[in-house]
């Protein structure tokens, strides 16, 4: 039995702006070069994120086994965590010797580990550090420095602290901003409570993306399939409902946890945000779109999601002349010459647009990438922990899970042993079908 992949082209949905992207999060110890690789048989269009690399480990470690690629070809995007630019901007130069397409800044992180090193989450208290970190990577690659973020960092709820955060790496040069859309609460969660309880506002992003419409905003964090990442980017009533309290205050001095010294002062946010809200409210789109939607959890669990995006973006995203002429070079940026030079692009021959994909046409290809990989050392145990969700939510996924997890099978390193499962799953699933077709019968 075959399970196809399907995206309905619903032609009233709402469009979204011409280079939209979908990205799958850096997460680590998961997107790790396998992973990618298997996500990359799902998708061609989507973005995928390394595991953040800190920069003193590639200053000190074994690059190919840090920054080493699978066969995920190119929109590829390292990420780099460190706060220091030159050490950054070396790591980002050893990114893109590996043919990475984007460096990314990892301003998100709430791990105690993270905080002693003083970056990840903390460093959007020294927004000009961030902004040294981009522009000295910038200096030194020729692919876009992103930087991944916060809306806020512990209970600092004022849109003025991300709004100066965003306002000061942009001035550095910083085009694409990938916005975590909770606050990192630094004192006393845990990196897995902080992804859960500090509460989701969506339309803190909205409104960066109308106050910055020069730059690119993506939106992650909490997102569980594609239709609700249709919803969120393209409901103008996100991008309206943000505080309005804070909108036009007077300036102030908000008391922004800094990491050493004073308080940073934070400018008052211009009134004219107001009726640009309100104007958006009223064309009921926003004004300036977001540019992107990132899958953390969701993508990694039920990786089907992936076997979705190409459709659905073939049959949502647009091509809106204004939009592209004021963000030409951040949304339309081919990827470098260099990318295309150095990667041989391999990702396994699938169904074009991915129209037709199976789970089987996966499991076939995955034996191919294992069957590569063998003389370089790739080992089913590497990849079988990645590819545990491919059935999820289908009859039999129970099977598929156990048997992939047998550390038995696994050390015997048998690559067909992915296409032995593969078939005992799509028989009793069959079966299932049958008897459900008997009983209804
Ligand atoms: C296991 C795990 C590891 C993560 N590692 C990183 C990381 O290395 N860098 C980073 O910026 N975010 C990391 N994150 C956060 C994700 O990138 C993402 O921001 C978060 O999971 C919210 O998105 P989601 O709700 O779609 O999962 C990690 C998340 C998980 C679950």
């Not at 003025?160 to 004192?187: K, P, Q, S």
């Not at 992804?195 to 409104?207: C, F, G, K, T």
């Not at 800094?258 to 789109?285: I, Q």
């Not at 034996?367 to 063998?374: D, F, I, N, P």
Request: proline share 6%; aromatic share 6%.
């Amino acid at each position: 039995m075959s399970h196809v992949s399907s995206v309905s082209n619903n032609a009233a949905s709402p469009a979204l702006p011409a280079g939209f992207r979908v990205s799958v999060a850096p997460m680590m110890e998961w997107t790790d070069r396998h992973c990618r690789s298997f996500h990359r048989l799902l998708s061609r269009q989507a973005w995928l994120y390394t595991e953040m690399v800190t920069a003193q480990a590639i200053a000190h470690g074994d690059l190919d086994h840090l920054l080493g690629r699978g066969e995920e070809g190119e929109r590829v995007v390292l990420q780099l965590g460190g706060n220091d630019p030159q050490l950054l901007a070396r790591a980002a130069r050893e990114g893109v010797a590996y043919g990475y397409d984007e460096i990314n800044l990892n301003c998100g992180c709430p791990s105690d580990r993270v905080r002693e090193g003083a970056f990840g989450a903390c460093l959007m208290a020294e927004p000009q550090r961030v902004a040294d970190c981009v522009a000295a990577m910038q200096a030194v690659v020729p692919v876009p420095v992103t930087v991944k973020h916060r809306i806020g960092i512990d209970r600092h709820e004022d849109y003025a602290f991300v709004y100066r955060f965003v306002e000061t790496v942009a001035a550095a040069g910083c085009r694409r901003f990938i916005v975590h859309a909770r606050n990192a609460w630094l004192d006393g969660l845990d990196p897995k409570a902080n992804r859960e309880i500090p509460p989701l506002r969506y339309a803190v992003v909205h409104r960066l993306a109308q106050d910055f419409s020069h730059c690119a905003f993506e939106l992650n964090g909490g997102l569980q399939d594609l239709a609700m990442g249709l919803a969120v980017a393209t409901d103008p009533a996100h991008a309206a409902s943000v505080p309005s309290a804070k909108v036009g205050a007077p300036s102030s001095t908000p008391a922004v946890p800094a990491m050493a010294g004073a308080p940073v002062a934070v400018p008052a946010v211009d009134p004219v945000h107001l009726e640009s809200l309100t104007a958006l409210a009223a064309a009921r789109r926003p004004l300036q779109p977001l540019t992107g939607l990132m899958y953390g959890r969701k993508a990694y669990h039920e990786p089907w999601l992936l076997a979705g995006v190409d459709a659905w973006l073939a049959a949502h995203a647009e091509v809106d002349e204004a939009f592209v002429s004021g963000l030409r070079g951040v949304i339309d940026e081919p990827p470098s010459a260099v990318t295309r030079a150095s990667v041989a692009s391999s990702a396994a021959a699938l169904p074009e647009g991915n129209a037709a994909l199976t789970r089987a046409a996966v499991v076939d290809a995955l034996v191919g990438y294992l069957e590569r990989g063998a003389a370089q050392g790739v080992e089913l145990r590497h990849l079988a922990r990645h590819v545990l969700g491919l059935y999820h939510g289908q009859p039999a996924a129970r099977i598929w899970r156990r048997q992939l997890s047998d550390p038995q099978a696994l050390a015997r390193n048998d690559p067909q042993w992915l296409r032995t499962v593969c078939a005992q799953v799509e028989a009793e699933a069959a079966r299932q079908a049958e008897r459900l077709a008997g009983r209804e019968g």
